[in-house]
């Protein structure tokens, strides 16, 4: 890959003043109704399993829940980056318990390593490289990606990963870069407590959700959320990590160093919930709220600013063909 002197485009450079406050004005409306939206397909996936207990629904509903899992995923993003709602309060809190600690990530700590991200996109010091070093690579190494996290294999390697970081054993990330930390002194006590702290309150919310179920009868269909986030929410992460940036240019020209994907109707409920598929426009201009991605790509793409957008399907063939 090439390494040419970092462009960085302005907003300004594309678009007036005007169009800039429009397309970054936020809405509380639209944060709480992308969140209720995300709930309430949950919420249906858990009633399509008590009324249609069968192994057909089951699958279908592991499916479903693991794209509604991404959605949760990106709605903490939008929160960390203050564009799920108006209010400052709710992005730090509403998108932090609503959202991210249902699977286990807090506001604070992925905002202070997102915007790393942001800063050094596809360089050196980018907490995210990880994710897509090992792009483009042979077919047969793509499809045996997937099936560790289809087979559950990498989800169960996540939730260790994610109890060594909370414990402070690891550095935390949510990349696939494996740091450990110093002791410094530390015993085992010390590593409860820092455990305990940080993983209290994703506990609290799935033993709420454990007990509302098993006290209407239906304790088994919690299983089905567990299945999908050790399987279904991995592969969709996975894909759309590197739809975002793998086999892209290392430089710091957001629109070299990032990509955005077209989206159907099964991607946006799989792969690209909360129109995550628009990234150039997001690194681009990181304040806009989700809802208003599309319509900033479309200024963009008749001011010739964006490519074409690739599909999920032409991602999978670049990253799977060596060069």
């Known amino acids: 890959m090439s390494t040419t002197k970092p462009t960085r485009l302005r907003p300004s450079d594309v678009l007036s003043r005007e ?42 509903v592991v499916v479903v829940l693991g794209g509604r899992q991404l959605a949760l995923a ?8 203050g564009t799920l709602f ?3 309060w709710l992005n730090n809190h509403a998108a932090d318990w609503l959202a991210g600690r249902w699977i286990w990530v807090d506001v604070a ?43 559950g294999l990498s989800g169960l390697r996540r939730i ?11 550095k935390w990330t949510v990349a696939a870069e494996i740091v450990k930390l110093p002791r410094n002194g530390r015993r085992w006590h010390h590593y409860t407590r820092e455990g305990v702290r ?10 709420l959700l454990a007990t509302g179920l098993a006290l209407s009868g ?36 957001m629109l070299r160093n990032t990509r955005s994907t077209r989206a159907g109707f099964l991607a946006r409920m799989t792969v690209a919930p909360i129109r995550v598929n628009f990234h150039i426009e997001h690194h681009f201009m990181a304040s806009v709220p989700h809802f ?29 063909s060596p060069r």
């Open 109 to 151: 700590r992925y905002r202070e390593h997102h915007l790393q991200h942001h800063a050094r996109t596809n360089q050196g010091g980018d907490p995210d490289l990880s994710l897509i070093e090992p792009f483009p690579t042979s077919r047969s190494s793509v499809q045996r990606k997937f099936l560790r996290d289809l087979s």
């Open 19 to 60: 169009e800039i406050a429009q397309f970054t004005a936020r809405s509380d409306l639209a944060g709480w109704s992308a969140l209720a939206f995300t709930w309430g397909v949950i919420a249906l996936c858990f009633a399509a399993l008590i009324c249609f207990p069968h192994p057909l629904t089951y699958v279908l």
């Open 198 to 207: 940080r993983m209290s309150g994703f506990i609290g919310l799935h033993a």
């Open 292 to 320: 208003k991605l599309p319509a900033l790509h479309l200024v963009l793409r008749e001011r010739g600013v964006v490519p074409p957008s690739p599909s999920y399907w032409d991602v999978l063939k670049m990253v799977s």
């Open 218 to 253: 239906h304790l088994w269909v919690y299983s089905a959320w567990w299945v999908a986030y050790l399987t279904t929410f991995g592969a969709f992460m996975r894909l759309r990590s590197m739809a975002e940036h793998a086999c892209t240019e290392r430089s710091g020209n």
């Open 86 to 88: 108006k209010t400052r």
């Open 160 to 170: 260790v990963g994610q109890v060594l970081m909370d414990i402070g054993v690891l």
């Open 74 to 81: 990106i709605l903490l993003h939008e929160g960390a980056h």
